[in-house]
């Protein structure tokens, strides 16, 4: 079902406060699921880091991602940092929210950790535009409506 990119960033933002998140973290996340959802990635990866709020992707990409606009800016540009096994898969969704243009976002599997290499044009701040519709499955519409606490269902399951 199509709705609008603010309806679902609101709803992510609200399931990850649910989920005891901060304010500043389930923002962050709220707009990555948007990200996430729009380059059609799985859904799974979005519920997975509600999971728990003391070991999650929410916790961890948003400092990964400083640390990457830092080695970027010493590095000309390109640069690559290890993942937590757990993050791979929201971390383009996160680096997507850089305010720099992008080249380059790839996931490179690895045989202990994955690395995340990002290729920036830094002369370029760009603003991220959230396309104004999206089409989130209705199972990830359901499950973060009951995180948040928006629905009827019981609260007794966690995502």
Do not use: W
Request: glycine share 6%; net charge neutral.
């Amino acid at each position: 079902m199509k709705q609008t990119s603010f309806d679902l960033r609101t709803l992510a933002t609200r399931a990850a406060q649910g989920a005891g998140f901060d304010i500043a973290q389930a923002e962050t996340f709220g707009r990555a699921a948007v990200r996430h959802v729009t380059q059609n990635r799985d859904s799974a990866a979005i519920l997975d880091a509600l999971r728990s709020s003391r070991d999650s992707p929410i916790l961890r990409l948003p400092l990964m991602l400083d640390d990457m606009i830092a080695a970027c800016a010493a590095l000309g540009g390109t640069a690559e940092l290890t993942l937590n096994p757990a993050d791979a898969a929201l971390a383009p969704s996160y680096a997507e929210l850089l305010p720099v243009r992008l080249r380059e976002c790839n996931v490179i599997p690895g045989p202990d950790q994955p690395r995340l290499r990002v290729t920036t044009d830094a002369a370029h701040r760009s603003e991220v535009d959230l396309p104004a519709l999206v089409a989130a499955p209705d199972a990830l519409q359901d499950r973060l409506k009951r995180i948040a606490g928006l629905d009827s269902s019981p609260r007794g399951t966690r995502p």
